[in-house]
T-cell receptor, first 113, second 112 residues
Framework: DTAVSQTPKYLVTQMGNDKSIKCEQN?????MYWYKQDSKKFLKIMFS???????INETVPNRFSPKSPDKAHLNLHINSLELGDSAVYFC????????????FGSGTRLTVV | GDSVTQMEGPVTLSEEAFLTINCTYT??????LFWYVQYPGEGLQLLLK?????DKGSNKGFEATYRKETTSFHLEKGSVQVSDSAVYFC???????????FGRGTSLIVHP
């Protein structure tokens, strides 16, 4: 009965590889997000997406792309991984309208070697 | 644009001490304000929120009051426990955007 689930929890891969992180929410939220958290705990929004609109943080390299097969899923695909991509990636979801908070997944720790 | 400023950490306290983590913000209009907590190895969890001026959010002994006049939302707890050791994030969501703005986080370390 996990609200926002991400897989895998840990991902170790070599530079240049392509990888995906999956995210699913069962809360009925209409909007999902991807965040990157660096080693100093700073959170950076990467994408927000609902069935009408994709908003991309313009500082995110185009090697990163969100893919949403349906409203409950927002996967993150990364091409040509670089050392600087090593971080913890969090998926989150919310209702777009209203003063609700956000529900986060438990994170995926990506290590590029 | 919107911004959130938190005090830098780490904040180190002994068990049962009083906690204050400062948070100030700039935003257009009347934002909703949030505190999130991140325990080691986990994602962020919503701790409390306030949606209008003078509202007080509270949860698990933590409190924060929405102060419009000082644009602040300081987090307080009267007696911290070792289990409160975590990173705390202040955040806002303004009327013009559904994407939240987070502060940089404040690490709290509580010693027995």
């Amino acid at each position: 009965d996990t609200a926002v689930s991400q897989t895998p929890k840990y991902l170790v891969t070599q530079m240049g590889n392509d990888k995906s992180i999956k995210c699913e929410q069962n809360l009925g939220h209409d909007t999902m997000y991807w965040y990157k958290q660096d080693s100093k705990k700073f959170l950076k929004i990467m994408f927000s997406y609902n069935n009408k609109e994709l908003i991309i943080n313009e500082t995110v390299p185009n090697r990163f792309s969100p893919k949403s097969p349906d409203k409950a899923h927002l996967n993150l695909h990364i091409n040509s991984l670089e050392l600087g991509d090593s971080a913890v990636y969090f998926c989150a979801s919310s209702h777009r309208q209203g003063n609700y908070g956000y529900t986060f997944g438990s994170g995926t720790r990506l290590t590029v070697v | 644009g919107d911004s959130v400023t938190q005090m830098e950490g780490p904040v180190t306290l002994s068990e049962e001490a009083f906690l204050t983590i400062n948070c100030t913000y700039t935003a257009t209009g009347y934002p909703s304000l949030f505190w999130y907590v991140q325990y080691p190895g986990e994602g962020l969890q919503l701790l409390l929120k306030a949606t209008k001026a003078d509202d007080k959010g509270s949860n698990k002994g933590f409190e924060a009051t929405y102060r419009k006049e000082t644009t602040s939302f300081h987090l307080e707890k009267g007696s911290v426990q070792v289990s409160d050791s975590a990173v705390y994030f202040c955040a806002l969501r303004s009327g013009g955007s559904y994407i939240p703005t987070f502060g940089r986080g404040t690490s709290l370390i509580v010693h027995p």
